[in-house]
């Protein structure tokens, strides 16, 4: 029987940082995918002939620069293109492209409001400043407020310095942004809807909850976060789709002497005499190890994985509470030909993100409908065109779309296994949608992937297909991800800890979770 310092459990982007890093500090590390590739939900895949999808995480805008410095991920492979606009179409009246010249930006905004113009570049230095105290908080474990001890108290001072640096207004915009919804962020600043709508989107993401529901602008900073080269708010594509991403990273974490398994699920976890020793797989092996770290999500990995058996009620009590409610799908297109827009046509402003969403109530119509269990007839769709700037993704003349859709919500009223009847009616909708925007959209279609929220969950590992491994509201968030008392990566069984979105700091493709949780086993000498 083989026996190793630590069996990562998933081989998605958190699981291979965890254990690249681990394996960088000399300790025998193996990761177990269930899936035939790693990558979790940042995964490239041929679904048609000659056309890569990124099936399901679809833009890098949240990866810790410092991870792909210290694990050299453009030696393995890793080239980030920049998306270049951010696009707005409408149905009547002007539309919307933010660039990345200011200037052109300028000229743009003030053809809806001469003061949003004025005051749009103030925006992203003023999330900026607030991001400087947000920054440092997503790469530390998180002190424990029910433990009085001398572990909590580094972090609890950093906290307390950062925060007491910030001016008394700073102080203020912080603490409002912690409750207050994005729409509600965005009216102090902003007066026209199309600039306001595609911007709060970025407050829903991974949330069951509407653009004006309390919490979501936290969610918005969080999004801001995303760097490339140092630069805030900057967004791209991995060149060869998202799979670039952790193919990166697996050939860093083997280059460190990792070894990496796929098509190996993990049946459980082996508890003996309160202690977690190793894992038991589907076909019947056993693997032992000092530390067994789960990259899947809490409610895989302690309801399933673990057993209740082995946990304290009250523990179980609080996973249970814990909060996935998955609300978003996607839709992926092979094209015969580039959509052309009826409202502006060209391709110039189709080399970034385009968002379907024309103003705040068609926003908060789409959740309307989600509250009560059914899809939205109108969606928000976060659409990109990656083979306009990577072509290796397409075969020639042809073109990758793909969509991201919300709301899809999990639990519909049906239940979530009718998602399986419906899922060809929902990618109608979004079909419907998109063509009113792109004249002769249905006609291009040379192949489609639907994947709802179910199909997230059966195929991906994603419980109720949250993205996030959890949703990012503010009760599951830094010391309360996944419950209180176990944020620092730790679980109540010894021998088992804990590496993914469902940790601090939570979801999108930064590496943050995997990152700290190998700094902490490293750190605390647990290994």
């Given at each position: 029987?083989?026996?190793?310092?630590?069996?990562?459990?998933?081989?998605?982007?958190?699981g291979?940082?965890?254990?690249?890093?681990?394996?960088?500090?000399?300790?025998?590390?193996?990761?177990?995918?269930?899936?035939?590739?790693?990558?979790?939900?940042?995964?490239?895949?041929?679904?048609?002939?000659?056309?890569?999808?990124?099936?399901?995480?679809?833009?890098?805008?949240?990866?810790?620069p410092?991870?792909?410095?210290?694990?050299?991920?453009?030696?393995?492979?890793?080239?980030?293109?920049?998306?270049?606009?951010?696009?707005?179409?409408?149905?009547?009246?002007?539309?919307?492209c933010?660039?990345?010249?200011?200037?052109?930006?300028?000229?743009?905004?003030?053809?809806?409001?001469?003061?949003?113009?004025?005051?749009?570049?103030?925006?992203?230095?003023?999330?900026?400043?607030?991001?400087?105290?947000?920054?440092?908080?997503?790469?530390?474990?998180?002190?424990?407020?029910?433990?009085?001890?001398?572990?909590?108290?580094?972090a609890?001072?950093?906290?307390?310095?950062?925060?007491?640096?910030?001016?008394?207004p700073?102080?203020?915009?912080?603490?409002?942004?912690?409750?207050?919804?994005?729409?509600?962020?965005?009216?102090?600043?902003?007066?026209?809807?199309?600039?306001k709508?595609p911007?709060?989107?970025?407050?829903?993401?991974g949330?069951f909850?509407?653009?004006?529901?309390?919490?979501?602008?936290?969610?918005?900073?969080?999004?801001?976060?995303?760097e490339i080269?140092?630069?805030?708010?900057a967004?791209?594509?991995?060149?060869?789709?998202?799979?670039?991403?952790?193919?990166?990273?697996?050939s860093a974490?083997k280059?460190?002497?990792?070894?990496?398994?796929?098509?190996?699920?993990?049946?459980?976890?082996?508890?003996?005499?309160?202690?977690?020793?190793?894992?038991?797989?589907?076909?019947?092996?056993?693997?032992?190890?000092?530390?067994?770290?789960?990259?899947?999500?809490?409610?895989?990995?302690?309801?399933n994985?673990?057993?209740?058996?082995?946990?304290?009620?009250?523990?179980?009590?609080?996973?249970?509470?814990?909060?996935?409610?998955?609300?978003?799908?996607?839709v992926?297109?092979?094209?015969d030909?580039?959509?052309e827009f009826?409202?502006?046509?060209?391709?110039?402003?189709?080399?970034?993100?385009?968002?379907?969403?024309?103003?705040?109530?068609?926003?908060?119509?789409?959740?309307?409908?989600?509250?009560?269990?059914?899809?939205?007839?109108?969606?928000?769709?976060?659409?990109?065109?990656?083979?306009?700037?990577?072509?290796?993704?397409?075969?020639?003349?042809?073109?990758?779309m793909?969509?991201?859709?919300?709301?899809?919500?999990?639990?519909?009223?049906?239940?979530?296994?009718?998602?399986?009847?419906?899922?060809?009616?929902?990618?109608?909708t979004?079909?419907?949608?998109?063509?009113?925007?792109?004249p002769?959209?249905?006609?291009?279609?040379?192949?489609?992937?639907?994947l709802?929220?179910?199909?997230?969950?059966?195929?991906?590992?994603?419980?109720?297909?949250n993205?996030?491994?959890?949703?990012?509201?503010v009760?599951?968030?830094?010391?309360?991800r996944?419950?209180?008392?176990?944020?620092?990566?730790?679980?109540?069984?010894?021998?088992?800890?804990?590496?993914?979105?469902g940790?601090?700091?939570?979801?999108?493709?930064?590496?943050?979770?995997?990152?700290?949780?190998?700094?902490?086993?490293?750190?605390?000498?647990?290994?």
């Amino acid at each position: 029987m083989s026996h190793y310092d630590a069996i990562i459990v998933g081989g998605g982007h958190n699981g291979l940082i965890c254990a690249a890093y681990l394996a960088r500090a000399g300790r025998k590390v193996l990761v177990l995918e269930r899936r035939h590739v790693v990558g979790g939900a940042a995964v490239t895949e041929e679904v048609t002939p000659g056309f890569k999808f990124s099936v399901c995480s679809y833009v890098v805008s949240l990866l810790r620069p410092h991870i792909v410095r210290e694990l050299e991920l453009p030696k393995h492979g890793l080239s980030i293109l920049p998306l270049e606009s951010a696009y707005t179409p409408t149905l009547d009246g002007p539309d919307l492209c933010r660039w990345d010249d200011a200037e052109r930006t300028f000229r743009e905004i003030a053809k809806h409001s001469a003061r949003d113009a004025e005051v749009y570049p103030e925006f992203g230095p003023a999330m900026a400043q607030l991001g400087r105290f947000v920054k440092p908080v997503l790469e530390m474990a998180p002190p424990d407020p029910t433990r009085l001890s001398l572990s909590n108290l580094p972090a609890a001072m950093t906290l307390s310095r950062r925060f007491t640096q910030f001016s008394p207004p700073d102080r203020v915009r912080l603490l409002k942004l912690m409750t207050m919804s994005a729409v509600d962020l965005l009216d102090e600043w902003f007066e026209s809807d199309l600039l306001k709508s595609p911007m709060a989107v970025s407050g829903i993401i991974g949330t069951f909850l509407g653009v004006r529901s309390p919490g979501t602008a936290y969610v918005l900073l969080h999004h801001y976060m995303g760097e490339i080269d140092g630069a805030f708010r900057a967004w791209g594509f991995a060149r060869g789709g998202m799979g670039a991403i952790s193919d990166a990273i697996a050939s860093a974490a083997k280059s460190h002497g990792a070894e990496i398994r796929t098509s190996s699920g993990v049946q459980q976890c082996i508890v003996r005499n309160g202690r977690v020793v190793g894992v038991a797989l589907d076909n019947g092996d056993e693997l032992t190890a000092k530390v067994v770290v789960s990259g899947v999500d809490p409610h895989r990995t302690f309801l399933n994985l673990v057993g209740e058996k082995h946990l304290d009620d009250e523990f179980v009590s609080s996973i249970r509470r814990y909060k996935l409610r998955g609300s978003s799908g996607k839709v992926n297109f092979a094209l015969d030909r580039l959509p052309e827009f009826a409202c502006r046509p060209g391709v110039e402003h189709l080399r970034g993100d385009i968002a379907i969403g024309p103003n705040l109530d068609y926003l908060e119509r789409a959740y309307d409908e989600a509250k009560y269990g059914q899809w939205s007839k109108r969606p928000y769709i976060n659409v990109v065109i990656p083979s306009l700037v990577d072509p290796s993704v397409a075969p020639p003349g042809k073109h990758v779309m793909s969509c991201f859709v919300q709301y899809a919500p999990y639990h519909l009223e049906s239940g979530p296994e009718s998602w399986v009847g419906q899922r060809e009616a929902w990618g109608d909708t979004v079909v419907d949608t998109l063509a009113e925007y792109i004249p002769g959209f249905r006609e291009s279609i040379l192949h489609r992937q639907v994947l709802t929220p179910w199909d997230l969950e059966q195929e991906f590992g994603l419980t109720e297909g949250n993205i996030f491994h959890g949703e990012l509201s503010v009760e599951q968030l830094f010391f309360l991800r996944p419950a209180s008392g176990f944020a620092r990566y730790r679980t109540p069984l010894r021998g088992l800890w804990m590496c993914g979105s469902g940790t601090h700091p939570g979801g999108g493709v930064m590496g943050a979770p995997g990152y700290n949780a190998a700094r902490e086993l490293l750190g605390g000498r647990v290994l």
